[in-house]
């Protein structure tokens, strides 16, 4: 079977994609071992994160080239205002943070630069260039968590039980990994690199191009995210 042009992109970009398997932050979670004060930054960074992605899902809507993707983009802003945050809300309840300090947090380096390459692609960028963007956000943490919830579960202290999507949660990093690697997520992780595939087939040369460097620069800032929770990365100055 030919190597698809998601299969490609993702070779392309294996060696950072690996690198975040690697990372302590990521292996933290993996063993429950993760430093509690580094999970609290990442839980308010990427919190502030989701809402800017959720304005990049509201342009990819707008920018859609049918119906049925511009449903499944709006299908997706919801889920990410709603569930996605919600959990985030949930872990920061259980630490004392308040919703009005999680939106007053400033945004790390890391975070401010991802979000705004992400929100200056969906502006100024085609469709297809959008895609490609989004897409090593969706299936990296999808394989992240797959990977993860395929070894020895993490035994970190029970958080309290909160119910998501009708479950109940058992420790905070178990939440994490069953969230990103639930059958939900993985379907909406094929969909996204289906749709990447489908926007570049008609793609040659230096239009193919764009995209290949859209989702490694995606990639590398994902990677840049762990890190910059691992070190509760700030402004230097």
Known sequence: MPESFSQRLRRKADAVWEAQHRHPFVRGIGDGA????????????????????????????????????????AGLLDETLRVEMGLHRSYAA??????????????????????????????????????????????????????????????????RPTSLSGRQAGGRYRRWIEMYSSPEFAELARWCRDLLDRVAGGLRGEEQRHLENAFLTSSRYEYLFWEAAYRREGWPV
């Open 94 to 159: 259980e630490f004392g943070i308040s919703e009005e300090e999680l939106e007053r947090e400033e945004m790390a380096p890391a975070t401010r630069a991802y979000t705004d390459f992400l929100v200056r692609t969906a502006a100024v960028g085609d469709f297809a260039e959008l895609v490609a963007a989004l897409t090593p956000c969706m299936w990296g943490f999808c394989e992240i968590a797959q990977r993860l919830a395929a070894g020895p579960q993490p035994a970190d202290a029970p958080a």
């Open 34 to 73: 993760l430093d509690l004060e580094a999970f609290k930054f990442w839980v308010r960074q990427d919190y502030l994160f989701l809402i800017e992605y959720a304005r990049v899902l509201g342009l990819a809507a707008a920018k859609a080239p049918d119906l049925e993707t511009m449903t499944r983009f």
